[in-house]
């Protein structure tokens, strides 16, 4: 892996960042003593229930059901596979790379919506430290990767349109919902529904603008049979694999403050199984080309 010391090292610095940020705040959220939510005006006239305690006090009930359970899952199942990629990288695996570049686009875009989204408190620092780390390390990663080599890694009997339509569909179900949601206040001027007292909408701004359309390129791009298109679709679905237990954790707290989440609560925990199958599938391909060359030298 080229430019491995400083991966590693930013790599390592993300986790600390990650797992003191998150530990803090559910320990925080634990301890604290039940009641302390309180109604708030905003500017917009909505009434918000504010949760009124722990280091997520300022947020709404609603934020706070959702952030809860994303930090869980970071510091259960997102840390942890990170250090196992971080470790099959090092030892020159190709698919522990690809599987690192996944989870590694998951947490720099995290603790952007993190910087971008919740009320601040005193893990702000940690916050910046983890999507910077975790960019970088990104960026050097990816930037290590011979296209020409990626796409060699793998047989003709990949299902590159299984996987890449994968890839298309979800983003286009997600895309669907979040325009639900906004185009309403673009075309009459209202406020779109359960702003609360934040400012914006990061979650689905930032969703729109960069992981759903190259969602959408990469899964075009793995079709085709472009080198890029292997490299950004594996890396994807590995973004996909914790992605998705993420969005179920967070719809499960929801329905724990009284939420009926919909269809949301069935599509979700399908996509994720879908996206560990076809991850499986795409790693498997990998095994088998590497097979067929150690058959072909013996």
Known sequence: MKNQKIITILVLCCVLAA???ASTALISLIT????????????????????????????????????????????VLVIPLLLLS???????????????????????????????????????????????????????????????????????????KVVGGFIIFQATMVALLWL???????????VPVGMEHYTTLPVQGLDLAFPLPLSIVAGVLLIMKKPVGYLLASAYTGFLTVLMPTLTG????????????????????????????????????IDKKQKLRQSAIN
Do not use: C
């Not at 639900?180 to 209202?190: T, Y």
């Open 180 to 190: 639900q949601r906004l185009l309403p206040s673009f075309l009459n001027g209202s």
């Open 250 to 285: 967070k719809i499960i707290g929801m329905m724990f403050i009284g939420v009926n989440p919909g269809p949301p609560l069935v599509i979700m925990p399908t996509f994720a199984l879908i996206s560990v199958i076809l991850l499986i599938i795409v790693f498997k391909d």
């Open 19 to 21: 797992a003191v940020s």
């Open 32 to 75: 604290s003593e039940k009641g302390g939510e309180y109604e708030f005006i905003s500017l917009h006239g909505e009434k918000v229930l504010i949760f009124g305690r722990s280091l997520y006090g300022n947020n709404s009930v609603a934020m706070v059901a959702q952030g809860a359970p994303h930090d869980l899952v970071m510091l």
């Open 86 to 160: 971080l470790y099959l990288a090092r030892r020159g695996s190709l698919k522990g790379r690809l599987l690192m570049s996944g989870i590694l686009g998951f947490v720099a875009f995290t603790y952007l919506l993190y910087l971008t989204l919740p009320m601040y408190n005193r893990l702000y620092l940690l916050w910046i430290i983890a999507a910077s780390t975790s960019f970088f390390a990104l960026i050097l990663t990816l930037l290590g990767f011979d296209l020409e080599k990626v796409k060699n890694s793998f047989t003709d009997k990949l299902p590159v």
